[in-house]
């Protein structure tokens, strides 16, 4: 359930009209509802209440300030995959004992940056990262807390591009030689042993790989206390799927938590999560405008204002978001179109033979489902300024982050004294 609802066929966010958004900011841009976000965190945080998980939003769905400062207000940690992601948890007042730092490629700068703040814990992914963190937290003098990222080799049923679980997977360490490394951290200066942790796959829509993969590594766990180490917390890490409105019908947060108490009854652990897109997903969508309506041959394109640089979902993984008009016009005839970007590549694609009411130029369009992975995976390309974010929250709206101006688009740029 989301807060962008239609009032006498005009869409809004909350109490605000989208319309009075874009007079204001101009298209495309970014708008995200605080109710839907907060709904969602309550949801699932309510899934859990008798187990009280440490729930890290996975910072990587969206890292803008508001967004995490809505989170933190509720009392979410963080997942980080970077020092910058870091840096901006602590920025918006997520506390270092709630963050849990993931990722294959660690580099000794981060994990002294990490250290220095005293996260709570590494989910370490190899032998060489163990080493080198026991190393930058001895010499720092500090201990690293930390779980190995067990890779389960379980299939999520998840589009390639986001399937993390599998053996030929970068993330994590095999199963098999999860024992052997975890003896050897124990011995290693600077370490704490202190867990275990798993992420299989993001957007799955399907209960039973998490099932085993769950499953697998609660056997780790009991295995791991026989072997003497003291097992404290247990990330199960992110992925639960959202509808995009392509018919999909993920699992909800109480029966996702089914499986979860079932699989870890009395184990005794500390649970955390690291959800991003069921967090934030649809509590954003990306209005924009439409520039031209070109009738060639074969097709229709409506052409609009923001691009695969804006959100890069379709264009990367094929990824399905509903579009849908900003006012409704039920007049107007509908077609089969294909809605494409300014960017200059073919691939620049949000949508091929989509059944739309046919827009007219200057009408705006709203792709639903934007919050996660959209301002996040942005970028310039074409010299494209980031555009505007906004946050919605009941009659208020307030800019997160500005629509980038030309002058910052370049201001990093230095020029050789021999130009
Ligand atoms: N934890 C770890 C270790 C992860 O790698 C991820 C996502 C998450 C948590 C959060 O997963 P979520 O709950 O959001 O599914 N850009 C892609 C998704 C990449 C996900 C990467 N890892 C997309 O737009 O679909």
């Known amino acids: 359930m989301d807060h962008f609802t239609y009032k006498n066929s005009a869409l809004f966010a909350e109490e605000v009209a989208i319309t009075e958004i874009a007079k204001a900011v101009g298209t495309p841009f970014y708008c995200y509802s605080t109710a839907t976000l907060v709904r969602h965190f309550r949801v699932f945080k309510e899934a859990f209440a008798d187990l009280n998980p440490l729930i890290c939003y996975a910072v990587k769905a969206n890292s803008t300030l508001g967004i995490l400062k809505t989170l933190a207000n509720e009392g979410s940690g963080a997942d980080v995959v970077s020092a910058g992601e870091i840096h901006a948890s602590l920025a918006a007042g997520i506390m270092p004992e709630k963050i849990v730092f993931s990722g294959v490629g660690k580099t000794h700068d981060e994990m002294v940056y990490a250290l220095s703040k005293d996260i709570f814990q590494f989910n370490v992914e190899s032998e060489s990262e163990l080493l080198l963190l026991s190393d930058a937290a001895h010499t720092l003098n500090k201990i690293a807390s930390i779980a190995l990222r067990v890779n389960p080799d379980i299939a999520p049923d998840t589009h390639a591009k986001i399937s993390t679980g599998q053996k030929e997977s970068k993330f994590g360490v095999p199963i098999k030689d999860a024992i052997a490394l975890y003896a050897k951290a124990a011995k290693l200066p600077g370490i704490k042993v202190q867990g275990v942790s798993v992420h299989i796959g993001s957007q799955l829509t399907n209960l039973a790989p998490f099932a085993s993969a769950f499953t697998r590594i609660v056997k780790l766990v009991k295995e791991l206390r026989k072997n003497g180490h003291e097992i404290t917390t247990l990330d199960l890490g992110g992925g639960l799927g959202i509808p995009y409105g392509n018919q999909e019908a993920p699992p ?168």
């Not at 938590?257 to 934030?280: D, H, M, Y």
């Not at 409506?302 to 993984?317: C, E, K, S, W």
């Open 252 to 419: 909800l947060p109480v029966a996702y938590a089914e499986i979860v108490k079932s699989a870890t009854k009395g184990i005794n652990c500390q649970l955390i999560f690291e959800p991003g897109r069921l967090l934030v997903g649809n509590a954003g969508i990306l209005v924009t405008k439409v520039i031209y309506v070109k009738h060639s041959d074969e097709r229709i394109f409506v052409i609009v204002d923001a691009g695969m640089n804006d959100l890069v979902r379709p264009a990367l993984y094929d990824a399905y978001h509903d579009i849908i008009p900003v006012h409704v016009n039920p007049d107007a005839p509908t077609e089969l179109v294909d809605i494409v970007g300014p960017v200059c590549e073919t691939g620049d694609i949000f949508a091929t033979g989509r059944l739309l009411k046919l827009p007219k130029e200057g009408d705006l369009l709203a792709f639903r489902t934007a919050g996660a992975y959209g301002a996040s995976m942005a970028s310039t390309y074409n010299a494209r300024p980031l555009i505007a974010e906004i946050m919605v929250n009941g009659s208020n709206y307030a800019t997160l982050r500005h629509r980038q101006t030309y002058d910052e688009l370049i201001h990093r740029d230095k020029l050789p004294d021999w130009l």
